[in-house]
């Protein structure tokens, strides 16, 4: 089944060769703004719609004037998915729930978002931690598309950065901003401060200057005291944290928000770490609600535009 909605295009009085010329739609108007396509391109596209009997994405692909990727693009901006253009920084390219949020891995982090609503549902707020054992196993950018996700749902989402010690989120928004949550747990600044907007539903509270004691000043209370003067400013909690085998940073982190979600990856985790990670969870009291298993197309350091972290997921939820 085609994809893509309709134009509804209107046919006027002009005739070529016997088929009606339609008007520039919505979508096709977004092209010709961008660039992208021309009058005469588009007045091809349609004639192909009618010939064909197709939808203005799928005779475009037909005729080769746009791309997947550009269509994907489109489409969001066009049915109000959160923009790429952030109000403070820019979205790193590979961030795909972002700048194409009709290609399949968005679709698969909407339906991690989906499964952890169900999670929620009896509560109020939604915290979590992601965890994985290692580093470069995708958890960072699981953490900041889940972010993006329920923002997209009109969830005032706050991303807090509590990887003090390789923090990757300003990477991902290109932040220029000195201070963080470091800086919030030091006690120099408040947590009001530091949090930047990102958009109108997303907040984040970056990970702030590398602290020479990141353990001690994440222990308990002091980030479930950071939630607590924020906490009716924000419906969602997502939270990324240091990899579980390299310090006891995240078990720390995860106890404070009651509830984490593992994240491994094919070919790159090793199960014996992964076991050890969800016992130390669990011996810290924290609830894992599930694990995920990605397998990614490339190294997110080295992700052209376009490219993205998962190819496809496995997710396995507990009662």
């Known amino acids: ?32 703004e961008k660039g992208l396509l021309t009058k005469a391109q588009i007045e091809q596209i349609a004639r192909t719609q009618i010939e064909k009997n197709l939808r203005f994405g799928d005779a475009a692909l037909s005729l080769g004037l746009l791309t997947q990727m550009q269509l994907d693009q489109a489409l969001g901006e066009q049915f109000g ?29 909407r339906r991690l978002r989906s499964e952890l609503l ?16 290692a580093q470069g196993e995708g958890k960072s950018y699981t ?24 923090s990757a989120q300003e990477g991902y928004f290109s932040l220029d901003r000195p201070d ?16 930047i907007k990102l958009m109108p539903n997303l907040h984040i509270l970056p990970a702030g200057p590398k602290p020479p004691n990141p353990l001690e000043i994440v222990r308990t209370p002091n980030l479930q ?9 924000f419906d969602a909690f997502i939270v990324d944290t240091h990899a579980a085998s390299l310090a006891s940073d995240a078990q720390i982190v995860a106890y404070q ?37 990605n397998q990614s197309e490339d190294d997110l350091v080295t992700a052209e535009p376009g490219q993205g972290w998962w190819k496809k997921i496995r997710t396995r939820f507990f009662a």
Not at 91 to 108: Q, R, V
Not at 181 to 195: F, P, W
């Open 1 to 32: 089944m085609d994809k893509y909605p309709s134009e509804h295009l209107t046919a006027v009085a002009a005739q070529d060769e016997g088929v009606a010329i339609p008007k520039i739609g919505r979508l096709g108007e977004l092209f010709l």
């Open 81 to 109: 998915y959160a923009s790429k253009d952030l109000l403070t920084g820019k979205a790193h390219a590979s961030l795909k729930i972002l700048h194409y949020p009709f290609c399949l891995e968005a679709e698969e982090i």
């Open 118 to 133: 169900l999670k929620f549902e009896h509560q109020d707020k939604i915290k979590v931690a992601i965890v994985s054992p």
């Open 143 to 166: 953490t900041a598309s889940l972010a993006i996700a329920f923002s997209q749902l009109g969830r005032r989402t706050l991303l807090i950065d509590a990887d003090l010690r390789n």
């Open 180 to 195: 963080g949550l470091s800086s919030v747990l030091a006690g120099r600044i408040t947590a009001e401060s530091a949090i």
């Open 225 to 233: 005291n950071v939630l607590a003067t924020c906490w009716d400013q």
């Open 257 to 293: 928000l009651g509830a984490a979600l593992v994240l491994a990856k094919k070919d790159k985790t090793q199960l014996d770490l992964l076991k050890q990670t969800m016992t130390d969870l669990q011996v810290a009291g924290v609830k894992i609600l599930g694990t995920v298993y």
